[in-house]
């Protein structure tokens, strides 16, 4: 009992889950299943309570489809969607929070936090990177892996690959566009997460990066042979950057063994220690993408990772490191250095006669001049009624593929005011 008293009295957060994806349809991409029931997956609200987690970074991920950007965008946009959907079916237990203060009120309301992420960026392009990143952000993204096995625009993934038919080898680390997304991030406050890059892409991070870093859900090279896996000079290229490794409970990434169990994931966890110090290693369990060890079935057992850092005699602030700390302390340091910040734009979404129309809530002195929409990180000029207070803007044949990103952007007595949201291109109405 004392030992799940530690456990359930510490901040648990869990650096990496690919729940969304299992939650929505694979023709519409909608979202058709409610985790605040009991499910079959590896998380769902009743598990993560029995867990005692208090915080996962959900994650919108694909694979990215290879000379489509644009379908790669709206696999993301989905699986955000996603998200949104589980909260707004679940508000009193469940709440997507952005900051550290967010999560906090979460706990205190006892609920579990959501903080939104994306592992493969792969809609991301010379176009379109600038405004998207921003748009991301208005969405409540706080940490982007750039890519995941597959190479892109931004870098070269694990696979030194794209991900066409052909399989075609890739190199470079990151690319010059590569180089300015991760310096928009910084500016931004979103987190890089170099759990799937190249160990070129993973150096070229390090050197660029002025924000302390994560590896959300990685392991130790020297342990287990992977690609996937980090090296020790990488290990303590994180400790220099002050960043973080969350480590993955997927056994293929912890051990050559047939049998592989909550120990052999500790061990990963003692070696980084020992290696580099208590203050930059975490919890990235891969919930949802990954099997298991076989001694820990899902997310309600979460503290038997606790029991098992006890019995190879960690104190209790060891343990509250380890368990949340550390990764909230990157999280926090991340937004602490970014400078992105704008005020909201109250209003609904209306789609009338191929116009997609912002319907303001109060009427406001528009500067048409500095007003814009932006679709999928590309700016158009705006259309103003300012006696009906809408901005408008004919879409036309811009919304091609499912899912899509709109922020609506007026200038207000030299106040920037946005109001950015999901909208699919079927349903015609914001989502």
Not at 202 to 207: G, K
Not at 291 to 298: G, H, N, T, V
Request: aromatic residues 10%; proline residues 2%; glycine residues 8%.
């Amino acid at each position: 009992m004392e030992d799940k008293k530690i456990h359930y009295n510490s901040i648990v957060v869990d650096g990496h889950n690919d729940t969304m994806m299992k939650i929505i349809d694979e023709e519409t991409w909608l979202p058709i299943i409610n985790i605040g029931k009991s499910t079959e997956y590896h998380i769902d609200i009743p598990k993560l309570q029995e867990g005692g987690i208090n915080l996962g970074f959900f994650a919108s991920f694909t694979e990215g489809y290879y000379g489509n950007d644009a379908k790669s965008l709206s696999r993301n946009l989905a699986l955000i969607n996603a998200l949104i959907f589980t909260y707004e079916n679940n508000p009193d237990t469940f709440e997507i929070v952005t900051s550290i203060d967010e999560v906090n009120k979460a706990i205190e309301n006892n609920k579990v936090g959501a903080l939104p992420t994306i592992e493969g960026a792969y809609g991301i392009n010379e176009e379109n990177y600038l405004e998207l990143l921003k748009q991301f952000y208005d969405l409540g993204i706080r940490a982007i892996a750039p890519t995941w096995n597959y190479s892109n625009h931004i870098g070269e993934g694990c696979s030194r690959a794209y991900g066409d038919s052909d399989n075609t080898p890739s190199e470079g680390g990151l690319t010059n566009l590569g180089k300015k997304v991760i310096e928009e991030m910084n500016k931004l406050g979103i987190l890089v997460d170099v759990s799937h890059l190249a160990e070129e892409t993973f150096w070229d991070v390090i050197r660029i990066s002025k924000s302390p870093i994560i590896a959300s859900h990685s392991g130790v090279y020297n342990l287990k042979k992977h690609q996937r896996n980090l090296k020790d000079d990488q290990l303590k290229a994180i400790k220099e950057n002050g960043g973080v490794v969350g480590v993955v409970l997927f056994p293929n990434f912890l051990s050559d063994k047939k049998e592989v169990y909550i120990k052999d994931f500790v061990d990963h966890i003692d070696y980084i220690v020992n290696l580099i110090g208590i203050d930059y290693v975490g919890i990235g369990s891969d919930f949802d993408g990954a099997k298991m060890p076989l001694d820990l079935k899902d997310s309600s057992e979460m503290y038997k990772i606790t029991d098992e850092l006890i019995q190879r005699g960690y104190d209790d602030e060891a343990i509250e490191k380890i368990l949340g700390k550390n990764i909230l302390r990157v999280l926090k340091e991340v937004q602490q250095s970014g400078s992105y910040y704008l005020e909201a734009l109250e209003g609904e979404i209306i789609y009338k006669d191929d116009e997609l129309i912002l319907n303001m809530s109060k009427k406001i002195d528009l500067n048409v001049v500095n007003s814009r929409i932006i679709i999928d990180g590309i700016a158009y000029e705006a259309n103003i009624d300012i006696e009906r207070t809408y901005i408008f803007l004919k879409i036309e044949e811009l919304l091609k593929e499912k899912f899509h990103v709109v922020s609506f952007e007026i200038e207000d007595h030299g106040m920037i005011q946005r109001y950015t949201k999901i909208i699919h291109r079927d349903l015609k109405f914001g989502i």
